[in-house]
Nanobody, 124 residues
Framework: QVQLVESGGGLVQAGGSLRLSCAAS????????MGWFRQAPGKERDFVAA????????AYADSVKGRFTISRDNARNTVYLQMSSLKPEDTAVYYC?????????????????WGQGTQVTVSS
């Protein structure tokens, strides 16, 4: 079992930055891939970014490439999502997710554990 707790969401103006954090417990952190997904009102949950267990591989949705960076600190059991040049269309609830294996995935169905979500609102 893995418990995930997100933090760092909030209200920011367009063009601004935020850093989300996700603290994990309950499993050997370096052996599991982590991902960030987001869900806007009335829309499906979309892939944002993912990182392999070692941190050596990352993946991003086209909509956030060049603006968002995913990273992890395995000593702190924490994954981060640094978001820059934020746009109003980035407004959503952001969810941290964990797999049971080290390989990253773009597919939400491949993730076994989910956090409660943190709201990010970008004003124009």
């Amino acid at each position: 079992q893995v418990q995930l707790v997100e933090s760092g969401g909030g209200l920011v103006q367009a063009g601004g930055s935020l850093r989300l954090s996700c603290a994990a417990s309950g499993r050997t952190f370096s052996s599991i891939a982590m991902g960030w997904f987001r869900q806007a009102p009335g829309k499906e949950r979309d892939f944002v970014a993912a990182i392999s267990g070692s941190g050596g591989r990352t993946a991003y949705a086209d909509s956030v490439k060049g603006r968002f960076t995913i990273s992890r600190d395995n000593a702190r059991n924490t994954v981060y999502l640094q978001m820059s040049s934020l746009k109003p269309e980035d407004t959503a609830v952001y969810y941290c997710a964990a797999r049971k294996i080290w390989a990253l995935s773009y597919n939400a169905d491949d993730y076994n554990y989910w956090g409660q979500g943190t709201q990010v609102t970008v004003s124009s």
